[in-house]
Structure formats: structure tokens, C-alpha cells
């Protein structure tokens, strides 16, 4: 398992699990707001469509459904 | 600096990519394999133990995942854009085997967080996604529904219904005429229990700050059906935009290949689901004609050519069976978001006669997605055009448009699948 923090709670995951499904297993729905606000989570899964993309380690507007966890990974979405 | 070692340098790690790289390297050549997913095997098999991904990690190939190609910077030189890497890649042949992406239809709703692409949430479960015991509503067109919807159940769902939108009398016939008539029986058998609606579509997802219910129509019949998932696809769209980069032709948004799977630029060949949609053994036969030409053996390229021939057909009855019905153009109301990474709504898009003036005025088709998600629905709904394609090919940082790699940062990210 590793350990990552998602908006600043910890979570367990097990390795080769991807950000997306780590924010889904941290309970969050939304992952980001949409240019007028609207709510918005994953749609295409394979990194095409750009709603899933959230902060990570400070870089902002990273595609969550291509990148696997790494330990000590810090998550947040509403960028 | 250019890294120019290679002799045949394939983008894709889908079944067209492997079997493509696995035929070069067997014969020889030195072969990289780039895929912007961390791991080979592309939409169907990517974390499976499939008997392709370990021939593939057999043959000498070399795989790097997790790098995007994003542009063509002068011919014959490919730019690679990884999380911590930039470099530039020059190729003496280059399989394109970039696959499709699911298509999307705008109704009410379709934003909400919870309604997902039917392929989209196989793969989002594949890479850990919860969904055991969630109520799921599959909806759209075209076999993918199918598979989509027994992988959710095997992995604990409820399906509460699945909802093709084509005529029953057109499926049927396909089925049984299709050389996968038996694998389309196993499907249903372990469906047997679950509402299977024909001629039957979503015409609104409701909820507040997710997807709560959706509303299905099936001839005069509307309701509601509650759910936590809305998967839906009506289809896939070939992903042809690295070939349009490279200068390949298309032909009715495929790329044009002759029986080499040579694209209209030399030395240039692509495989799979980017010359249409024809699914995994047609992509594995191109594949297999296409590593053989790139590696000069035409002779071995030619033993495939019946097969294909086949697997063509096919294609072409799947593509009449599942084609979509014009209702679909009246889901979207006024208000309903069409290009979701701008929030334009289908009344400021309509008013445009093409393309190219829409996304001039209103900015539809010029987020990150570029227009991957709201071109082909403003194809479906207006007829338009839609072929603009522009470097990077994806988003990248300011410092990443750089090529400030090396072989040797780029041999970092090289590893051996399996
Ligand atoms: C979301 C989704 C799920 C699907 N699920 C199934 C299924 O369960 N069963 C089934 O039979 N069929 C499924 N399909 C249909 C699928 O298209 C075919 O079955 C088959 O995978 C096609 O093989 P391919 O090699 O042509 O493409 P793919 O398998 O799509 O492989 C293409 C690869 O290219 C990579 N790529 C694309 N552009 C770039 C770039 N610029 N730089 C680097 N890499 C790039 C992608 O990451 C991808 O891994 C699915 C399709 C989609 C879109
Ligand atoms: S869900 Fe579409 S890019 Fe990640």
C-alpha cells in the first residue's frame, strides 16, 4: 500500500492505482469546477478529455486518469 | 539533440502498436514503442496478463509509457513529452497506431460528474476506481456497450439497465452474421437478468452536484431510472490527429492506407483504429502487416491480407448496424453545454455556419481538449467540418516545449513490460 494525502486527508492505496480512482476511493465526486463553475469528474478515462485534471504536488491541471500514485503524493482537485 | 537510434518507432501500445513492434523487432530491427498511458496493452488489455503483452516483452522491443507524442517538429523527428522529459526522436519508419476515443452525445446533464464513457469507466475501474455494489445505467450504441456492461458487473456493480440505441432487428442481424456470434451469446447469458433496452437512449441526467438519476426514452415511453453511474458511448471516433500532423491524408475520417497499411506519406504506416473503427483483431492483423512492411518484409506482410480482408467486412457491418439515428440531434436543448472545456451551450454554437467561425467566436473547441470531445458531436449535430489540427497535440508547460532531453534522460524512462 502507499500512502498519499488527497486535499489534505490521508489515504491507503494499493500500488498501480491511478489518481483518479484514488480521489474516487477518498470519496470525492467533483474533481474540478468548469470555467462557469459547474461541477465536473472524469468523462473519457483515457486522457483525452481534460475534466479529470487536478493539482499535484503543486503542479496544477495534471490529467488524474494517466498518472498512477507514488508514495507521499500530495492531491487537490478543484483547481 | 536528436535521439536516432531507432529503426521503427511506434506510437500507441495497443494491440496494432504491440503486434506492430513485435513483427520489426522479430525481424531485427530496433524497435521503440512510446504510449502516453504508464503501461502497454492500450484500451483493452493494458494491466492484463495478455498473451500479445508478453510476446511483446519478448521480441526486444523497448516500451516507454507515460510519454505523449505531441508534435512533428521537422519531418522525420517526432516530439516526446513526458511528466519530467522533453526530447526529440527521430524515426526511419513510424507506425501510428494511436487507437479511437469514445464518442459522446450532449443531452441535459451529460456534465455531471458520474456520467462517464462506457469504455471510460472500464478503464477508470481497471486502474482502481470503486464501483462494487453502485447502480450503473449503460447507454449509447455499438458493442462496447455489451462488454462494458458484464466487466462492471464482474466487478460487484448493479446494472440497473442497458439502453441501445439501435433497432433491435439490426443488432440481432449482426450478431448472428458476425464471426462473434459466440462471444456476443456468452455476453448476454451473463446479462440475462439485467433490462436490455433496444431503440431505447438517455435524454437527461439529473442531480445536484453529480449524477443522481437519468431519464430514458423507448419509443413513447419516458422514465426514470435512479443510478451512481451513467456510463454511455454511441461509439468510437478514430484518433487521427499524430497522422494529420505527420501530413497523412484521411478518407471519411480515417486514415488513408494502402496494402502495405503505408499512409500517403512514405515510410509512414498506420494500424488499427485510426484507419476505422474496426476493432481488436482487425487492429491486430493491421498491426502485424504494418511492423512487417516498416521492417521491409513484404512478403510476410502479404500471408495477412485474407484475414484482413475479412476483418474489413466486418468493419463495415458494424459501422451500418450501429449507426446512429437522428433523434439523437434533438437531446441537446438550448442551454446544454456542448464544448465542456469552455461551457459553450448549443445556442451560441448554432447560429454559426461552420467550424472554424464557431470556435472563432465562441471559443468552442479551443480548451485543452482541443476539440477531441465537442468536434465529432458538432460533426453529428451540424454536418460541419471538423480537421483542424494544431501542435502540441496535447497541452504541455512552457518549459516542456523545449527539447532539453537526451538519450540518456531518455533511456531513464525505457523499461521491458512484464
Ligand atoms: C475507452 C475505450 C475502451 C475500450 N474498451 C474495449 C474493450 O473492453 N473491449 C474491446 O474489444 N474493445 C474496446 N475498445 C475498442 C478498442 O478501440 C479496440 O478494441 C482496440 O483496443 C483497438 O486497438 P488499437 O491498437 O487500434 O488502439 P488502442 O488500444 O486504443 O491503443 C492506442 C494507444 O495509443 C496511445 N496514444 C494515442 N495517442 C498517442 C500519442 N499522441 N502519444 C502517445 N501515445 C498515444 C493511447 O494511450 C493508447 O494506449 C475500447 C475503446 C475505448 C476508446
Ligand atoms: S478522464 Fe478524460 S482526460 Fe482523464
Redesign the pocket.
Known amino acids: 500500500m502507499i500512502e498519499i494525502r488527497v486535499n489534505g486527508k490521508t489515504l491507503k492505496v494499493p500500488e498501480g492505482v491511478s489518481v483518479a480512482a484514488a480521489i474516487a476511493l477518498s470519496g470525492h465526486d467533483r474533481f474540478r469546477r468548469s470555467v462557469a463553475g459547474q461541477p465536473r469528474g472524469p468523462l473519457?478515462?483515457?486522457?483525452v478529455c481534460f475534466e479529470c485534471r487536478v493539482t499535484v504536488d503543486g503542479e496544477p491541471h495534471v490529467r488524474s486518469c494517466q498518472l498512477l500514485c507514488w508514495p507521499g503524493m500530495e492531491v487537490c482537485t478543484d483547481d | 539533440m536528436i535521439e536516432s537510434r531507432w529503426d521503427v518507432v511506434v506510437?500507441?501500445?495497443?494491440?496494432?502498436?504491440l503486434a506492430a513492434a513485435c513483427m520489426a523487432a522479430e525481424a531485427g530491427r530496433r524497435v521503440v514503442v512510446?504510449?502516453?498511458?504508464p503501461q502497454p496493452g492500450?484500451?483493452?488489455w493494458r494491466g492484463e496478463d495478455h498473451h500479445w503483452i508478453r510476446r511483446f516483452s519478448a521480441s526486444g522491443s523497448t516500451f516507454r509509457g507515460a510519454?505523449?507524442?505531441?508534435d512533428q517538429p521537422e519531418p522525420g523527428v517526432l516530439h516526446v513529452v513526458g511528466r519530467n522529459i522533453s526530447y526529440h526522436l527521430r524515426f526511419k519508419r513510424l507506425v501510428i497506431?494511436?487507437?479511437?476515443?469514445?464518442r459522446f452525445m450532449p443531452f441535459p446533464g451529460w456534465t455531471l460528474p458520474g456520467v462517464v464513457?462506457a469504455?471510460?469507466l472500464?478503464?477508470l475501474v481497471k486502474s482502481g476506481w470503486p464501483l462494487a455494489g453502485k447502480r450503473v445505467v449503460v447507454a449509447g450504441a455499438g458493442p462496447?456497450l455489451l462488454?462494458?456492461a458484464a466487466?462492471f458487473r464482474s466487478r460487484g456493480a448493479r446494472l440497473t439497465c442497458l439502453a441501445e440505441q439501435t433497432p433491435l432487428r439490426r443488432g440481432l442481424s449482426f450478431a448472428l452474421r458476425s464471426g462473434k456470434r459466440l462471444q456476443a451469446i456468452a455476453l448476454l447469458g451473463r446479462l440475462c437478468d439485467v433490462p436490455y433496452r433496444w431503440s431505447c437512449w438517455p435524454v437527461r441526467a439529473s442531480g445536484q452536484e453529480r449524477v443522481e438519476s437519468v431519464t430514458l426514452r423507448q419509443g413513447d415511453r419516458m422514465w426514470t431510472e435512479p443510478c451512481d453511474y451513467l456510463a454511455c458511448s454511441f461509439g468510437?471516433v478514430p484518433?487521427t490527429e499524430?497522422a494529420q500532423l505527420v501530413g497523412c491524408e484521411l478518407v471519411d475520417g480515417a486514415v488513408r492506407v494502402d496494402e502495405q497499411q503505408e499512409t500517403t506519406v512514405s515510410g509512414v504506416y498506420c494500424a488499427?483504429?485510426p484507419t476505422g473503427i474496426g476493432?481488436?483483431d482487425l487492429?491486430l492483423i493491421q498491426?502485424q502487416i504494418a511492423g512487417c512492411s516498416a521492417a521491409g518484409s513484404l512478403q510476410r506482410a502479404s500471408a495477412f491480407f485474407e484475414q484482413r480482408a475479412r476483418w474489413i467486412e466486418f468493419r463495415a457491418r458494424l459501422q451500418a448496424a450501429f449507426a446512429l439515428r437522428q433523434e439523437l440531434r434533438q437531446l441537446p436543448d438550448p442551454e446544454t453545454v456542448v464544448c465542456r472545456c469552455e461551457d459553450v451551450p448549443l445556442k451560441e454554437i448554432r447560429p454559426h455556419s461552420c467550424w472554424r467561425s464557431a470556435k472563432l467566436q465562441t471559443r468552442c473547441g479551443m480548451g485543452p481538449c482541443q476539440g477531441r470531445i465537442c468536434g465529432p458531436i458538432v460533426e453529428f449535430l451540424f454536418g460541419w467540418k471538423v480537421d483542424s489540427v494544431r501542435p502540441p497535440?496535447t497541452p504541455v508547460r512552457l518549459e516542456q516545449l523545449v527539447n532539453r532531453g537526451s538519450a540518456a534522460t531518455a533511456d531513464r524512462h525505457d523499461s521491458h513490460p512484464g
Open positions: 473519457c478515462g483515457i486522457g | 506510437v500507441g501500445a495497443g494491440p496494432a502498436g512510446l504510449d502516453e498511458n492500450g484500451q483493452i510519454c505523449t507524442v505531441v497506431a494511436t487507437g479511437a476515443r469514445e464513457g469504455g471510460g472500464q478503464a462496447l462488454q462494458a466487466f468510437l484518433n499524430l488499427g483504429e476493432g481488436v487492429a498491426g497535440l
